[in-house]
């Protein structure tokens, strides 16, 4: 266990230099790491959490590095010392890509829906304030506003994965523009 720190610094040396393929590598080695003790998974949350974020920014089409990402992030929502910093680092930006307007924005909208989903069905319950209060909205607004196919299927499973978790937080927010589907939503979904 000694020389695990070194080598997760070497592999995410490796990883930022080399190709997809490289990185896909790492990240699966990473995955598989973080599931070997909680106490290491923590003490390196944080490299990793960033690592998860420069991936899912640089990479959020690419259809082989996105689930390594929700892999990460599953694993990182897991342990009760990751998760909180997890969530408080990317869901600002998820709902930063969640509340864009533009129309060529359809792929990593579906990929942050993923990743949002993922996150959501991995946290501890109740969930986070950001989660309730931030991204639960841009979910709403994104399912609202959207005529891709792809980012309405997400944002349903999404929107599907919060009424699953945390049906009594989701019907205790109040969404001042349409209420009346939003509670229909939930008790269909429930």
């Not at 069905?121 to 209060?133: D, F, G, H």
């Not at 991204?135 to 499973?157: C, M, W």
């Amino acid at each position: 266990m000694e020389v695990l720190p070194a080598g997760i610094d070497s592999l995410l040396a490796l990883g930022a230099t080399q190709s997809v393929e490289v990185l896909s590598t790492v990240l699966i080695t990473v995955i598989g790491i973080l599931e070997l003790d909680e106490r290491f998974t923590a003490s390196i949350g944080q490299k990793i959490t960033t690592l998860a974020i420069a991936c899912f920014v640089k990479f959020n089409g690419d259809p082989v590095i996105c689930p390594h990402i929700e892999d990460i992030v599953r694993a990182l929502c897991k342990n009760s010392e990751c998760v909180a910093a997890l969530q408080e680092r990317l869901t600002p930006t998820l709902v930063s890509i969640l509340n864009n307007e533009e129309d060529s924005m359809g792929g990593p909208q579906g990929e942050s829906l993923d990743l949002l989903t993922a996150i959501v069905r991995a946290s501890p319950i109740p969930l986070n304030n950001i989660l309730i209060q931030d991204a639960f909205p841009a979910v709403i607004h994104r399912f609202n506003k959207s005529e891709d196919h792809t980012v309405l299927q997400n944002s349903g499973e999404c929107l599907r994965a919060f009424t699953s978790v945390a049906p009594a937080q989701v019907i205790a927010y109040r969404y001042i523009f349409q209420p009346i589907k939003l509670v229909n939503f939930v008790c269909v979904n429930t």
